[in-house]
Antibody, heavy 112, light 112 residues
Framework: EVQLVESGGGLVQPGASLKLSCVAS????????MSWVRQTPGKTMEWIGD????????NYAPSLKNRFTISRDNAKSTLYLQMSNVRSEDTATYYC?????WGQGTLVTVSS | DVVLTQTPVAQPVTLGDQASISCRSS???????????LEWYLQKPGQSPQLLIY???NRFSGVPDRFIGSGSGSDFTLKISRVEPEDLGVYYC?????????FGAGTKLELK
């Protein structure tokens, strides 16, 4: 069974950095592109970006590419999202996805 | 970015009725390879989104045949025949033809 478990969310101050993780199981992680998607408190869904199965290529939403970085460790079956200089509008639930499969999400709240 | 406009915003239904949700795109979703990457997701209260339909009309594994996706170009529809209690929630269309991928704003299927 495909499982994706995100972690690393929490309360963070504006301007700070935060790194989210997503541990995958139930499939060969290194065979698949992976993505991050976020959902704001108002339920708006936004695609953040994705990463090739070997980590050699990443693609981002233009509005986020200067502050967010996606990486992966295939040996650990783990996907990462490094967020920097966070803003209040980054407050959202962050989901790790493999196409049809989504994690349960991790909530990031940006507030002083 | 491609804008997906979903209507209605909310769809009150009686159990057993048919429901229909529209998703219109600001540009054609036909990819240069001939495929149309239009998907439908359902997000039930307190859960992550779940894939229902991919490439316009293909039901994902385990999705009941009362969910029917149709359309072409920039005009798409999700029909749910004989609505059941577990069908209630927010439906999102999603396009992955153009970069960046984008979501519609959602349609809430709720009881009358």
């Amino acid at each position: 069974e495909v499982q994706l478990v995100e972690s690393g969310g929490g309360l963070v101050q504006p301007g700070a950095s935060l790194k989210l993780s997503c541990v995958a199981s139930g499939f060969t992680f290194s065979d698949y592109w992976m993505s991050w998607v976020r959902q704001t408190p108002g339920k708006t869904m936004e695609w953040i970006g994705d990463i090739k199965y070997d980590g050699s290529y990443t693609n981002y939403a233009p509005s986020l590419k200067n502050r967010f970085t996606i990486s992966r460790d295939n040996a650990k079956s783990t996907l990462y999202l490094q967020m920097s200089n966070v803003r209040s509008e980054d407050t959202a639930t962050y989901y790790c996805t493999r196409g049809a499969y989504w994690g349960q999400g991790t909530l990031v709240t940006v507030s002083s | 970015d491609v804008v997906l406009t979903q209507t209605p915003v909310a769809q009150p239904v009686t159990l057993g009725d048919q429901a229909s949700i529209s998703c219109r795109s600001s540009q054609s979703l036909v990819h240069s390879n001939g495929n149309t990457y239009l998907e439908w997701y359902l997000q039930k209260p307190g859960q992550s989104p779940q894939l229902l339909i991919y490439k316009v009309s293909n039901r994902f594994s385990g999705v009941p045949d009362r969910f029917i996706g149709s359309g072409s170009g920039s005009d798409f529809t999700l029909k749910i025949s004989r609505v059941e209690p577990e069908d209630l929630g927010v439906y999102y269309c999603f396009q992955a033809t153009h970069d960046p991928p984008t979501f519609g704003a959602g349609t809430k299927l709720e009881l009358k």
